[in-house]
């Protein structure tokens, strides 16, 4: 059940005639030489020739040099199908998990080396990403004609939300989107912005300071708060969320349970500057599945789909930096990076280029 019979399964679309290296030796050896350090194609294919002996011992192979850095490039341009080859890197990865995660995240990402000279018309990518097993669960290509909207539908009808929670930014706060993952089992969490300009400005009224006469007292509310304090990277953030179920009756949205406010009090404790967030939240979860400091981590997990995965292949796997233009190679990369980020965390490294070291050595 390991990668390289996973990967056999695959349809090479080239011709049958002139084929010298298999479409599953090619890729396992471009997946180790990611493992071990090498990001670029023209470095991969070198790193791998340095290692031929070793290669030809364990896959038995017969030719008698290994792939050109040109090949290696036709090889993810032509000969693979890349949702094919993405179903086999998910079944991979999903075979190494011990564990079910509860939290997805869903957000795109540009990739940078394929924009042309006006900074447009790059590949961009769609991912939804489990923050608690640090492993990405599906990605799609979005196309030109397309956006993270259109797109996202058949992204997320791709997997089993049943008891799953999905968070979004603000783009993804669509009635379609919440009706799909309501319908399929899960629950979402959506940041509500200026797309959203009702909803906003109802959930703005509901938690705004209540004015109150002489001789009355505040209307009850059903106002839930948590706080939470970090200090990190020389900065002190109070994060206070306040929760309530007053709109539910009173606001059509699919599925909505609760609604919330998120406050944001940063300190640079070099300058001693402070500064101030408020932004505001729905949620299907209820009150009982969801109290405040559930609802707060869930928010503050979101993150993990910039920390843990699009900052790591864009600082560690050089993605942004890669100087190949072919969209579908820089997409088939971005696959091969994913897996290898998965299997440096299977093997509970820390340190993404500490992994990567280890591995080389």
Known sequence: EGLYEALKVLEDKRKRRGIRYPLAVALVTLVVAKLCGQDELRGMADWVKWRAALFKEVLAYRQPHTPHHTTFSRILNEAVDLSALESVVNGSVA?????????????????????????????????????????????????????????????????????????????????????????????????????QPNLRSAIERLFAPERCLKAHSPLHTDFQTATRLDKAHGRLEKRTLTSSGLLNLFVEWEGLAQVFKIERQVTHLKTAKITHQIDYGITRLSPLQAPPERLLALVRAHWQIENALHYPRDVSFHEDACRVRAPRVQHALAILNNLALAFTRFAHFESIPAARRFFDA
Do not use: C
């Open 95 to 195: 075979r190494q998990q011990t564990s079910s995660g509860g939290h997805r995240a869903i957000d795109g990402k540009t990739l940078r080396g394929t924009l042309d000279n006006q900074g447009q018309q790059g590949q961009h990518l769609l991912a939804v990403y489990d923050s608690s097993l640090g492993t990405v669960q599906a990605e799609v290509a979005v196309d030109h004609t397309q956006n993270e909207i259109s797109a996202a539908p058949a992204l997320l009808a791709s997997l089993d939300w049943e008891g799953k929670v999905v968070t979004g930014d603000a783009m993804f706060a669509q009635h379609a989107l919440s009706a799909q993952i309501i319908n399929a089992g899960g629950a979402y969490v959506w940041v509500i912005k200026d797309n």
